[in-house]
């Protein structure tokens, strides 16, 4: 089966097509990814989010009869370029308000998790996550906790509960943005 023919499969919502096209696929676009990036977290981080919002659009997305693959490392480098820009952004901001390097390697460590454990309780920054946690969804919570603190994979999860691989990876994805957002809003 082409890659034309599993698209098609996954623009009717059919999960195990997009699991045969993640693994088809992801390898080669995390190249890409580190290759620009040059960090292979944020690389891996970056594919999977090319990959959710490829289901979650997968009606929406007409590729115009173009190449499957093409199109995935067009998207690819997009995003790449796009967060290089953001981090740009960001460091051109804090030039403006700093008056030294080392202020400018303060300001851009917070956040990171050197930072959290140097600056926050790991304790406290913990009961932060469980507070957000316990007021998400009923099922994105179990998905996360399962993932987070009992350590099962993406397919474990999947079969605990009787979903499909894409389905958590969406909810993990979701999980994270919230803890993310909650922090960022604090800093």
Known sequence: ???????????????KAFVILYEKFSGGLRFIAVKKLKDEQLAEETVNDIFIYLWENRREI?????????FLKT????????IYR??????????QFCTTDDEIVAFENV??????????DVEIFNRHIEKIVDKMPEQRR??????RKDGYSTQEIAEELGLSEVNVRVQLHRARNEIEAYFNCRL
């Open 111 to 120: 956040g990171t998790d050197a930072y959290i454990e140097e600056s926050i």
């Open 86 to 95: 953001e981090k740009n952004t960001k460091k051109a901001r804090l030039v």
């Open 62 to 70: 007409n590729k115009n009869g173009g190449n499957l693959a093409a």
């Open 75 to 82: 998207l690819t480098r997009n995003k790449c370029i796009d």
């Open 142 to 147: 179990k998905i996360y906790n399962f993932s």
């Open 1 to 15: 089966m082409d890659a034309d023919e599993i698209w098609k499969l996954v623009q009717q919502d059919d999960s």
